[in-house]
T-cell receptor, first 112, second 115 residues
Framework: DAKTTQPNSMESNEEEPVHLPCNHS???????IHWYRQLPSQGPEYVIH???SNVNNRMASLAIAEDRKSSTLILHRATLRDAAVYYC?????????????FGSGTQLTVLP | GAGVSQSPRYKVAKRGQDVALRCDPI?????LFWYQQALGQGPEFLTY????????KSGLPSDRFFAERPEGSVSTLKIQRTQQEDSAVYLC?????????????FGQGTRLTVV
């Protein structure tokens, strides 16, 4: 199955770091790993992406396992505004195929 | 515009009716995707355009679903003879490039309810 596997839900306290795990054991060498988040009644919003190396941006960090079969999204200091469904995605790029393959996502709850 | 725009935001259709959903991507974006999102589920891929070429339509659930992007900008997703199982949010996304190293920008979606 091309879909990623994530925990259904996680909780975090405000101002603490959050580590959101994802398994993508069937990933191929050309697939990028993307993370998006979605608020109710909104479209998904880009968070970060990477291929092999760990990545940092203003929103988060992405740690990719050496074998690329798993990754972890790191929010360094969770705020109430970070409460959302977080999707770990395989960006499939093979021949003419281009797909962002979503899993079922992790509902993150941030406690004040 | 500043982002991806979809219209209408909400659509109620009677079973058997045809509907057309519009997506205005960010200007200059090469790639355009359509997704279907059922309540409580992650988005499911429907189809992909690179400019005006529909390169991947493997996710379209039946021949009642048809998408086009004739001039490589605006895209329309058409559903013929709508069924209740077509009720979902339809999301459009665009990206500047055609490879996985570019981010995709999603619209707010069109919520289709078939009654």
């Amino acid at each position: 199955d091309a879909k990623t596997t994530q925990p259904n839900s996680m909780e975090s306290n405000e101002e603490e770091p959050v580590h959101l795990p994802c398994n993508h054991s069937t990933i191929s060498g050309t697939d990028y790993i993307h993370w998006y988040r979605q608020l109710p009644s909104q479209g998904p919003e880009y968070v970060i992406h990477g291929l092999t190396s760990n990545v940092n941006n203003r929103m988060a960090s992405l740690a990719i396992a050496e074998d690329r079969k798993s990754s972890t999204l790191i929010l360094h200091r969770a705020t109430l505004r970070d409460a959302a469904v977080y999707y770990c995605i395989r960006y499939i790029s093979s021949g003419s195929a281009r797909q962002l393959t979503f899993g079922s996502g992790t509902q993150l709850t941030v406690l004040p | 515009g500043a982002g991806v725009s979809q219209s209408p935001r909400y659509k109620v259709a009677k079973r058997g009716q045809d509907v057309a959903l519009r997506c205005d991507p960010i200007s200059g974006h090469v790639s355009l995707f359509w997704y279907q999102q059922a309540l409580g589920q992650g988005p499911e891929f429907l189809t992909y355009f690179q400019n005006e070429a529909q390169l991947d339509k493997s996710g379209l659930p039946s021949d009642r679903f048809f998408a086009e992007r004739p001039e490589g900008s605006v895209s329309t997703l058409k559903i013929q003879r709508t069924q209740q199982e077509d009720s979902a949010v339809y999301l459009c996304a665009s990206s500047l490039g055609a490879r996985g190293n570019t981010e995709a920008f999603f619209g707010q979606g069109t919520r289709l309810t078939v009654v």
